[in-house]
């Protein structure tokens, strides 16, 4: 059964330090891994999109990595803010006779509060 | 360029009844995927479309069901509505094939069951 999980469930940090939320996926034949963010009670947005070919993409704060063979993802944040409080969703797009492409499966999420 | 849309924001039915809820991509995406996340089970995926065409369908019941047009917008349908219907519902848009390409999310329209 392909399945994703994420450790984890929670997490409280002070302002400023640098963390990584992680990523584990059951399955290594995957089209691509996404991470999300999500504010309560509002709809997900995208922070970064890593193809099966990429080991890493970067946008500003934040570094994802992936390593198919191991099943793991990491989301590393950079100089955390108070502002980067949210849920964080990691989504994988898994190959197979039962997904034509666009069909993600997600983790649990980790809920990250980021104190001042 | 305008992001995912979705409407209504909010809707409170009661048992038994159907409702429709609407998604409209970003202009130039062609494939359109639905998701259903509740507390306690997520985010599930409920069905694709591409092309006006279903592509993906996630394990939900008949009574989920959906629909795209020739502009890419998007509707599912929820019939014979249960209590544990109530759930943000989840509209995100790509591009092209969706195997490949980013997917973007719309706000959720929010139904409550009654």
């Known amino acids: 059964k392909q399945e994703v999980t994420q450790i984890p469930a929670a997490l409280s940090v002070p302002e400023g330090e640098n963390l990584v939320l992680n990523c584990s996926f059951t399955d290594s034949a995957i089209y691509n891994l996404q991470w999300f963010r999500q504010d309560p009670g509002k709809g997900l947005t995208s922070l970064l999109l890593i193809q099966s070919s990429q080991r890493e993409q970067t946008s500003g704060r934040l570094n994802a990595s992936l390593d198919k063979s191991s099943g793991r993802s990491t989301l590393y944040i950079a100089a955390s803010q108070p502002g980067d409080s949210a849920t964080y969703l990691c989504a994988v797009n898994f190959r197979g006779i039962y997904n034509q492409g666009g069909k993600l499966i997600f983790g649990q999420g980790t809920e990250l509060s980021v104190k001042p | 360029k305008a992001g995912v849309t979705q409407t209504p924001r909010y809707l409170i039915k009661t048992r038994g009844q159907q409702v429709t809820l609407s998604c409209s991509p970003i202009s130039g995406h062609r494939s359109v995927s639905w998701y259903q996340q509740t507390p306690g089970q997520g985010l599930q995926f409920l069905f694709e479309y591409f092309s006006e065409t279903q592509r993906n369908k996630g394990n939900f019941p008949g009574r989920f069901s959906g629909r795209q047009f020739s502009n890419s917008r998007s509707e599912m349908n929820v019939s014979t509505l249960e209590l544990g219907d109530s759930a943000l519902y989840l509209c995100?848009?790509?591009?092209?094939?969706?195997?490949?390409?980013?997917?973007?999310f719309g706000p959720g329209t929010r139904l409550t069951v009654l």
């Open positions: 995100a848009s790509s591009l092209d094939t969706g195997a490949l390409d980013e997917q973007f």
